[in-house]
């Protein structure tokens, strides 16, 4: 049973000092590893690891392929600048790969996590000789996957899988006591800039939990480019969280006068506090029009734009 921190009784300062502790006696004199993706968890992780160990922490972005627009770059020259030495790894053929033919959203998420933890990332700790990970575990991803709403990529002790026989290493989960809103308290308090810390949450899985159906890389360029235009057309409402979501079936449109069988783009915007329970944002309709017209232009070959207003439950925020 883990203890939730909340927001409220969360002292940030001494919680950082307590987990680099907590970490400095689990690691010893040796060295750790962990996976930068650039969201709130894995940043915040990534600086009290550094607190705690320095350069015998092994940072590494991988790049699966499944990221936003110019994200790649952008985290790892953030985070250059905050002095954090980020290592690049190229691993996009393997993920596309591995998630050819798949359209069950468990399957998709069982590559994504074997692909990386197995294959990947697996291969870079055996070959640091890293017996740590570093990890970015919240509670809300355990509490979804003990309870079988959702298998987050990152849950594996919970569920009586062992890492260190699976993975050949050990899992050190800071944040698992805490949930997004006390995370980005520490993360303020980690000195991160507002972008980084108060950033939207990204699924572990990445553009992968956007995209209904198989994911290629057509499709992926389509569900990347409608994300750019959402991003940049919601970020101003303070709204937790917002997204594109890529639907499978083609569906019925009209283009120059014809019949046109094309792709259709949901859109969900979230207002929530922890993300344990979400609403649809009320976004005003001119928005939502002009949201709707700039993604028909911009992304080829979707005729459909929709809006989700389910609230969660029984939704989820993400819908793979």
Not at 5 to 26: G, N
Not at 116 to 132: I, K, P
Not at 143 to 160: C, M, P, S, W, Y
Not at 219 to 226: D, E, G, Y
Request: with cysteine; aromatic share 6%.
């Amino acid at each position: 049973m883990i203890t939730e921190i909340t927001a409220a009784e969360l002292d940030p300062e001494r919680f950082v000092a307590e987990q680099a502790a907590r970490i400095q006696a689990a690691v010893g004199g040796g060295t750790a590893i962990n996976a930068l993706s650039g969201g709130v968890d894995s940043s915040v992780v990534t600086m009290i690891g550094h607190r705690a160990l320095g350069p015998r922490l092994r940072t590494v972005f991988v790049d699966n392929g499944l990221m936003r627009e110019g994200e790649p770059e952008q985290v790892v020259g953030m985070f250059r600048r905050l002095g954090v030495e980020i290592e690049v790894v190229d691993a996009r053929a393997e993920f596309l790969a591995a998630l050819a033919g798949l359209t069950d959203p468990e399957q998709k998420r069982e590559a994504v996590t074997q692909t990386f933890y197995t294959r990947v990332f697996g291969r870079l700790v055996r070959e640091s000789g890293a017996r740590f990970l570093l990890q970015g575990t919240i509670l809300t991803d355990v509490d979804e996957t003990v309870a079988g709403i959702k298998r987050q990529h990152n849950v594996f002790e919970q569920l009586g899988i062992d890492p260190q026989a699976a993975f050949g290493y050990r899992i050190l989960e800071p944040l698992v006591q805490l949930r997004k809103d006390a995370v980005r308290t520490v993360g303020r308090s980690l000195g991160l800039p507002e972008s980084m810390f108060a950033r939207i949450p990204f699924p572990g899985p990445a553009l992968a939990a956007r995209i209904i159906g198989e994911v290629t890389a057509e499709r992926l360029a389509a569900v990347r480019r409608a994300t750019t235009i959402v991003e940049r057309a919601l970020g101003g409402l303070g709204a937790f969280q917002y997204l594109a979501v890529l639907h499978e079936d083609r569906v019925t449109g009209m283009r120059d006068g014809r019949r046109d069988f094309g792709q259709q783009i949901e859109v969900r915007c979230w207002d929530s506090v922890d993300g344990r329970r979400a609403t649809p944002t009320r976004v005003p309709f001119e928005t939502l029009e002009s949201l709707a017209a700039e993604i028909l232009r911009d992304v080829p070959g979707v005729v459909s734009v929709t809006y989700n207003i389910a609230a969660k439950p029984p939704s989820t925020i993400e819908a793979v």
